[in-house]
């Protein structure tokens, strides 16, 4: 069974979003053993300045860089990645899974991802042209790799 | 104000989804004059034959077709459809809204929209190259609505 590091910046402050995403995190327990890390969303003025923003995404960058397991096979979300359909991104898990035993799924906190984690990740995944709250592109994430794990066991629940 | 109408086959189950959808509903009454209404989902067998599940969407798809607001510019969600930034689906909003007072945001069932409905759409629109859950596309739709009208009136959601 593959592990899973479902690592997130920033924290969910919605329900409804921390319920969805911990809902399909439980389900990929079938085909993975999934563990959940986040690290901690640096604090920026109300107005900051791309300069500011660049700092905050680096300090978390380097915290997110340090969580990745050694020798998993990183994939980072971000809206300018390969856009993949659910059966391109099964078959990416798949080929993924031969060589590696460890996946690391990277999403950014409200200010997104700094160049070096987007750099580190072996590849650079886009879920939508559209900008998504990080809260959201959670739940999508951990819905897409249920869905993609499910595929890949002949499972119905993609039809 | 426009007129939107956020029209959607099926029921959602998960309390999550219908909480997430009906806040960002609520957001967009800052901006349009939203209505929120549901078609039934047809039943199918347990493991229906494509000819089922298309006499199933042409039973959704009339009953869509009889709910579209007479006028409204609408949009059918596929995910064949053209894909948007949300720099370039605000962009889209507003030129429909120099025409047009209604907008007709039409999401289908699990098993998707007939072709019916599509033709009738003047504009087919993909959130991802990934299938969704219709629970989940609503969600993703409301807030890019939310997301455009806001970007459009200046305010501060989208950064």
């Known amino acids: ?9 920033g924290r969910v402050k919605e329900k409804h979003f921390a319920d969805a ?3 399909y995190i439980k389900r990929l327990g079938a085909y993975c053993d999934v563990s959940f890390a986040e690290v901690r969303e640096e604090r920026t003025s109300e107005n900051p300045s791309d300069a500011e923003i660049s700092a905050a995404l680096r300090r978390e960058g380097a915290e997110i860089l340090a ?9 980072a979300l ?5 856009p993949l359909s659910t059966e ?29 984690v987007k750099r580190a ?10 900008t998504l709250p ?17 595929l890949l066991n002949g ?4 039809k």
Chains 1, 2 share one sequence.
């Open 134 to 150: 990080h809260a959201l592109a959670r739940v999508m994430a951990a819905e897409q790799l249920y869905r993609a794990f499910n």
């Open 121 to 130: 990740a072996q590849l650079r995944l886009s879920m939508s042209k559209m």
């Open 155 to 158: 499972g119905k629940y993609h």
């Open 67 to 75: 969580k990745i397991p050694k020798g998993a096979f990183t994939i």
């Open 88 to 116: 391109e991104f099964a078959e990416t898990l798949r080929t993924i899974t031969l060589d590696h035993s460890k996946l690391c799924v990277v999403i950014g906190s409200s200010n997104g991802l700094s160049g070096d």
């Open 1 to 9: 069974m593959i592990g899973l590091t479902f690592l997130c910046a």
């Open 21 to 23: 995403t911990a809902e």
């Open 78 to 82: 971000c809206v300018e990645g390969k």
